[in-house]
DNA sequence: GTCTATATATGGATAGAC
DNA sequence: GTCTATCCATATATAGAC
């Protein structure tokens, strides 16, 4: 599953972003086996046969797709942590204001998530190279990616942390997992308000498990 | 979706229970949309046109039986409720244990939790009816289940609940949640450790959430 | 590389006898 | 109600001209 190089030689490299992403339109609405090949060649504006042509056929064609979006919510989320965990002003505030938009994400990309229910529904059938490739661009790595974060907070004593990735993972269970499930995986999005509130209780929890014992406020006032 | 009733009236009633669990099987083994009625007629040993006998289309077929389904895994997680709840003699290891049997019956209807995934990668098509009844008979009806067992443990001072209803998606979501997502729900079994693992770091989170603020070992010498 | 046209297969649903 | 045989639509993949 390699990332096949465009065709330069003449071709236009353009064909390939649109099949790509008319792949990712067509796929994430009818879903892997629904989808057809007919349907994502008229949506792109190409022939089925120039999809022939840049892909060896169908199933190519998904896995190929559901790999790019991957990285692309990746690299989403890697923005919101640099925009909300870098500085830190107020631990809970900004943990909060970075899970709500990490929650949010799942219905920006609703496209890619409509693909990672169809991975989720043919995963039986998949080459265990595959799965290996797409557990690497899905989630674990974005925890490889929040405990640095996490780390650094804690080095500064508003955290305490055992283990940075077991925690980041801890705030992903009580955050993020609960949106999943409970929005079909972004296929039923939930009310904001709901979003809200599991991601206020969530980060308060993790908060209660992960808090200095009694944080000091810096008092002005000595004894 | 009314499950309808079997015809009696000189038909064998035997059929439509072979012809149920035959396609929950292929249902579970190929997904909605590659399973055939052919192969599900073959697996039942019954012709296709007595598949359009007893249900109506390919459709109500699976949804008849991803229900009939839901409510045997409802009704399972019913007993151990009942096993590990009910008399409390060391509340973190009973939880555990509980926990512990309700992840691996994730494994225990692997059919089942492949009709999880199908019906996943489908529910933006599905009628809106339908999904109400799905939701009915799935997760949500567990907490409810779950959280009077939590009030009777409150009720004794092992718990401290505000919302019993909340403490139970808490625990629900401190150990079932991760082994779900992290298993593609059910489609790859986590080791037997991992499951471990995880069950355990839940339920001891779980109760530093909901503990009593220092248990009283009752110490048999006051001051 | 791209297009039109087509081969080939498959699967949902039905007709009609028993 | 149940079976055998079949219709018809659809979909993947390919052939061959430009």
């Known amino acids: 599953m390699s990332v096949p190089a465009p065709a330069r030689r003449g071709g236009q490299p353009d064909k390939r972003r649109a099949i790509a992403q008319a792949a990712r339109l067509v796929f994430g609405r009818e879903g892997y086996a629904r989808a057809g090949v007919d349907v994502i060649a008229a949506e792109a504006g190409v022939s089925k046969r120039t999809i022939y042509n840049h892909y060896a056929d169908k199933e190519q064609l998904f896995l190929?797709?559901?790999l790019e979006g991957a990285d692309a919510v990746t690299d989403a989320v890697r923005v919101?942590?640099?925009r909300h965990l870098r500085k830190i002003v107020d631990l809970e505030e900004d943990l909060t204001a970075f899970c709500l938009d990490r929650a949010q994400a799942v219905t920006e990309f609703p496209?890619?998530?409509?693909l990672v229910r169809?991975?989720?529904a043919e995963v039986t059938r998949l080459p265990a190279t595959v799965l290996?490739?797409?557990r690497a661009h899905g989630p674990p790595s974005a925890h490889q990616r929040l405990a640095p974060y996490l780390q650094r907070i804690a080095d500064r004593g508003l955290l305490v942390l055992d283990d940075a990735e077991r925690a980041a993972n801890?705030?992903?269970?009580l955050t993020m997992n609960d949106v999943l499930i409970r929005s079909f995986y972004g296929a039923l999005p939930l009310p904001e308000p709901t979003v809200r509130d599991i991601v206020t209780d969530g980060v308060r929890d993790f908060l209660r498990l992960y808090a200095p014992p009694k944080a000091p406020p810096q008092s002005r006032e000595p004894s």
């Open 64 to 66: 190929s797709v559901a």
């Open 80 to 82: 919101l942590m640099e």
């Open 111 to 114: 496209e890619h998530f409509a």
């Open 118 to 120: 169809s991975i989720h």
């Open 132 to 134: 290996e490739k797409w």
């Open 170 to 173: 801890r705030l992903n269970t």
